[in-house]
């Protein structure tokens, strides 16, 4: 079946450091790739996604790229904030069989930015 | 108003008790999902409509019902809860056929002593 691998965490970094997380994943046929994020207290937020192989999404400074031959989805973003601090969800939309329709998300990734 | 609502938002309850969790929603969606969500194992799918009549098991079902009141109405039920159903519990609507997003309401924090 469907699977998504993040990176282990927790994740700490100083304001305006670069961050990279790692996704990858295993799917049948050609999912739709989602980063979520969960700031404290809140539930889940779509931050951006991708629908096709070499496809960009970027939403508040973050990005990441579809990549179907290493079966991956980085998230980066240039330099965090303090109000970067949150929980990342890596995530895929299966797109055949029994995954149709149906999101699989990674185990997320705490990130933590200090001043 | 938000969008998703959840209520109730914190609940403590005892082995053996029957719950109900329940999920409104004012998007307009026709697709309701429930998930649990467990430190370090991400959320996990426990049931999904994608209209009033239709109601499938996701990956953790065992142990929990459901009921799509209508189209904006999706409750989640503990016939007799146990330990291990201590979670996050949240519901999330979608749209429709393609790639679309899911909204998440605000999430259910559940102790089962």
């Known amino acids: 079946g469907d699977s998504v691998t993040q990176m282990e965490g927790p994740v700490t970094l100083s304001e305006e450091a670069f961050l990279t997380i790692n996704c990858t994943y295993t799917?049948?046929?050609?999912?739709?790739l989602f980063w979520y994020v969960q700031y404290p207290g809140e539930g889940l937020q779509l931050l951006l996604k991708?629908?096709?192989?070499?496809d960009k999404g970027s939403n508040k400074g973050f990005e990441a790229t579809y990549r179907k031959e290493t079966t991956s989805f980085h998230l980066e973003k240039g330099s965090v904030q303090v109000s970067d601090s949150a929980v990342y969800f890596c995530?895929?939309?299966?797109?055949?069989?029994?995954?149709?329709?149906?999101?699989?998300f990674g185990q997320g990734t705490i990130l933590t930015v200090h001043p | 108003d938000a969008d998703v609502t959840q209520t109730p938002r914190n609940r403590i309850t005892k082995t053996g008790k029957r719950i109900m969790l329940e999920c409104s929603q004012t998007?307009?969606?026709?697709?309701m999902y429930w998930y649990r969500q467990d430190p370090g194992l991400g959320l996990r799918l426990i049931y999904y409509?994608?209209?009033?009549?239709?109601?499938n098991k996701g990956e953790i079902s065992d142990g929990y019902s459901v009921s799509r009141q209508a189209q904006a109405k999706f409750s989640l039920s503990l016939e007799s809860a146990i330990p291990n159903q201590t979670a996050l519990y949240f519901c999330?609507?979608?749209?429709?056929?393609?790639?679309?997003?899911?909204?998440f309401g605000p999430g259910t924090r559940l102790l089962v002593l």
């Open positions: 409509s994608f209209d009033v009549k239709d109601i």
């Open positions: 991708a629908t096709k192989a070499d």
């Open positions: 799917a049948t046929g050609y999912p739709s």
């Open positions: 998007k307009g969606h026709d697709r």
């Open positions: 995530a895929l939309r299966g797109a055949g069989g029994t995954s149709y329709g149906k999101l699989t």
């Open positions: 999330a609507t979608s749209a429709g056929q393609g790639t679309e997003t899911q909204y």
